[in-house]
């Protein structure tokens, strides 16, 4: 049987060795779950610019607001609905036809909800560590 190493939360060191992993397992906890709800903002945004890549033909000729950033917005007209620009990283902008920038798009989608799915699952290997330390502490007491 391998031997437990201290860092782990399986370990049967002191009160105040355990409280100490348990704060640190903690903190993780509370920045993983910023992250979460993070990711689960951007999701709802890229979800929101993917249907309305999906609804562009709709837009042809009509008025929208367009934003210009700090929260400002201009009222402007579509008038070409078939490309879009996209930024690529390191403050460029590409100009894309709609089915590049649906396919991007869905790509980006893809990948952030991967890292979701990986930030979830440390969630609950996280939680699962607490509660170890939990019983671990009551049984010292």
Do not use: W
């Not at 509370?30 to 951007?42: C, F, G, R, V």
């Amino acid at each position: 049987m391998a031997e437990k190493n201290e860092k782990e939360p399986g370990f049967n060191g002191s009160a105040e060795e355990l409280r100490y992993m348990q704060q640190v397992y903690q903190n993780q906890y509370a920045i993983t779950s910023n992250s979460i709800n993070m990711m689960l903002q951007e999701l709802q945004e890229l979800n929101s610019t993917q249907k309305t890549f999906e609804n562009a033909d709709l837009l042809d000729g009509r008025e929208a607001l367009s934003s210009i950033g700090a929260d400002c917005f201009l009222f402007s007209r579509v008038q070409n609905p078939k490309s879009v620009l996209m930024a690529v990283g390191g403050g460029y902008l590409v100009e894309k036809d709609m089915d590049s920038a649906k396919e991007r798009m869905a790509k980006i989608i893809k990948k952030r909800s991967d890292d979701l799915n990986k930030l979830m699952k440390s969630r609950k290997e996280l939680e699962a560590a607490l509660i170890e330390i939990s019983y671990r502490l009551d049984s010292v007491h």
